[in-house]
Structures are given as structure tokens and as C-alpha cells.
């Protein structure tokens, strides 16, 4: 008799769990394994048909999303496409405390994004994307990672234009794009964002974001998330930028015998951008995640090249 996928999942963790040093926390948690990624580049690229009115674009956008001030752009084109691409090497494939194994992997994607005014304040915004994962040593880490997301944006005159946002989103991860998913969930994001510039070559972003599982699948690995993201972005040049990036986020699994992490992630990327269209970025980032089980504690450093290039329509 076939044992269904959901099942499967929880018996593979349980077993893991058994197993000592054999157990990974990427296998244990998918979703959590494209955390020290998570600050790579794309963003600024996928912007969509709105203009940043209080600092210049940059690549280091992407470590805290859409956080700008929205205007109108003379031609408007609601749909932003892109296409990225990044090879890192990590010396911690496993997520693991303890003996750390190093690993190089490939990250591919494929996102479109789309936005629109509402009227006053307020701009409609949607995000749908696919990204495959495949390293290059211990192929069971490979794994495709499907979201989509849309909700509302609101300008906030009362912060000195901070962005105010509230959107749906929908995560499904497979070992493969036709297979069932190792895990699914449905998530409710609630971020305030804003940036300060300090003149026209600096400038700092901050924002708060918390993300609450409405409904995960397996259970076990239902969570909270609740997170502070920094960044400074400094202007090199008209095609050079430099990018540190700092956050920290705490996450409740509600499921999972009381378990709380807090995660830490501190990076720095050097960005080119040779067109509107096209970035290239050349990062490394150190992660460190504590948890109330001291089975979870690690430490990760993990470096690499990323491309994006993007189309607005």
C-alpha cells in the first residue's frame, strides 16, 4: 500500500530526527533552506511601474523588497518579468551544527510581478515565481520552490512616506516541479518599509515585517515569523554599488514541541549594473540561527555570482 506524501514527510523527518549527525536541517525544514539567499539580487531590477522618489535605485532594494516611495512613471507599465540566476558555495550545505559539509549549488528562477495604482495612496501588487535549487555534491538537498503572493501597498504621508503592505501569499516546495509537495503554505504579511536618504550617493532602508501561517502543510511545521531587516546602500558609481545588508528574525514553530529560533544574517555585495535592464552581483553572507533546541543551532557562510535581467510591459 502507498503511504501518502504528507506522511511520508513527517515519518522522513521523525526518522531523521533519530538519526544523529545524518540529519539536516534543510532536509527537516525546506522551507527554510534559502534563508542566507534570501538577500540576493533581483528586486531592484523587478521594480515595477512605479519610480523610488526618495533614493536612487539600487540593487540593495532587494534585501528589504519594495521598499520605496510610490509615484507614477511617465509610461506606465504595470508587468515587470525577470529572469535570474546565481551559483553559490557554502560551507555548511546541511544547516547543521557540528561537522559542517561544504557544497557548491545552482539557484534558477523565473518571476513576474505586477502593479497598479489604486487611487490616493494605495497600489495593488502581485508576485509569481519559480525557483529551482540543485547542488552540485548531495543531490537530496535539490529541491523547487513555487510563491506567489498579491495584496496592497499604502504610502504613508503620516511616516514621512513609509510603504505600509499587506499581502496573501501561497509557498509549495517539491523535489521536483511535477511531484507532490514536501511542504505547502498559506501565509498572511504584514511589512512596513521605508528609506532614508542621506545624500545621492547613501542611503539606509529599515523595515518590519511578521508573516503568519494560516495553514501548513505538514504541521509540524506550521510557523510564525516576525523579522528586522537593515540596509545601507552606497553609490560607488553611475554603475557601481555597494550593499550591506543585516537581518534578524525570530520564528515560532507552534507545532513542533515549543521550538523558537532566532536567525541572523549579515551580508555584503558588490553590484554592477550596466544597464536598466541587466545587474550582476558578486555577494557573501554569514548566517548564524539559535534555537531553543540546541539541536538546531548553526552556523553557515556562503558566497557566490548572481545575474538578473529583466523586461517591463
Do not use: C
Not at 521598499?67 to 508587468?79: D, G, P, R, W
Amino acid at each position: 500500500m502507498n503511504t501518502p506524501q504528507p506522511l511520508k514527510f513527517i515519518l522522513l523527518v521523525l526518522s531523521l530526527a533519530l538519526a544523529g549527525a545524518a540529519t539536516a536541517q534543510t532536509v527537516l525544514d525546506p522551507s527554510r533552506a534559502a534563508d542566507a539567499t534570501r538577500q540576493s539580487i533581483g528586486a531592484a531590477l523587478a521594480s515595477p511601474s512605479t519610480d523610488v522618489s526618495t533614493a536612487p535605485e539600487s540593487p540593495g532594494d532587494d534585501d528589504l523588497g519594495d521598499q520605496v516611495i510610490l509615484s507614477n512613471s511617465e509610461k506606465t507599465t504595470a508587468f515587470t518579468a525577470w529572469l535570474d540566476s546565481s551559483l553559490y558555495w557554502t560551507d555548511n550545505a546541511f544547516n547543521i551544527g557540528g561537522v559542517k559539509t561544504e557544497d557548491w549549488f545552482y539557484v534558477g528562477g523565473v518571476n513576474i510581478s505586477w502593479q497598479k495604482p489604486l487611487g490616493g495612496r494605495f497600489y495593488a501588487d502581485a508576485y509569481l515565481g519559480q525557483h529551482w535549487y540543485r547542488y552540485e555534491t548531495d543531490t537530496r538537498l535539490n529541491y523547487d520552490m513555487g510563491e506567489v503572493r498579491f495584496g496592497v501597498l499604502a504610502v504613508m504621508p503620516e511616516l514621512r512616506n513609509a510603504v505600509l503592505s499587506l499581502h496573501y501569499g501561497y509557498q509549495r516546495i517539491t523535489d521536483g516541479i511535477d511531484n507532490e509537495e514536501l511542504y505547502e503554505a498559506h501565509l498572511i504579511r504584514l511589512g512596513l518599509q521605508k528609506t532614508f536618504l542621506i545624500d545621492h550617493r547613501n542611503s539606509v532602508a529599515v523595515a518590519i515585517a511578521s508573516t503568519f501561517a494560516a495553514g501548513t502543510s505538514p504541521q509540524l511545521l506550521q510557523r510564525h515569523e516576525h523579522a528586522l531587516q537593515l540596509a545601507y546602500n552606497l553609490k560607488l558609481a553611475s554603475k557601481w554599488h555597494l550593499s550591506t545588508s543585516y537581518r534578524l528574525a525570530y520564528f515560532d514553530y507552534i507545532n513542533f514541541q515549543g521550538r523558537e529560533d532566532w536567525y541572523q544574517n549579515l551580508g555584503v555585495s558588490l553590484n554592477y549594473l550596466p544597464t536598466d535592464n541587466f545587474e550582476i552581483s558578486l555577494g557573501y553572507y554569514f548566517a548564524v540561527n539559535s534555537s531553543n533546541n540546541s539541536y538546531f543551532d548553526y552556523q553557515t557562510q556562503l558566497g557566490g555570482l548572481s545575474i538578473a535581467g529583466k523586461i517591463r510591459f
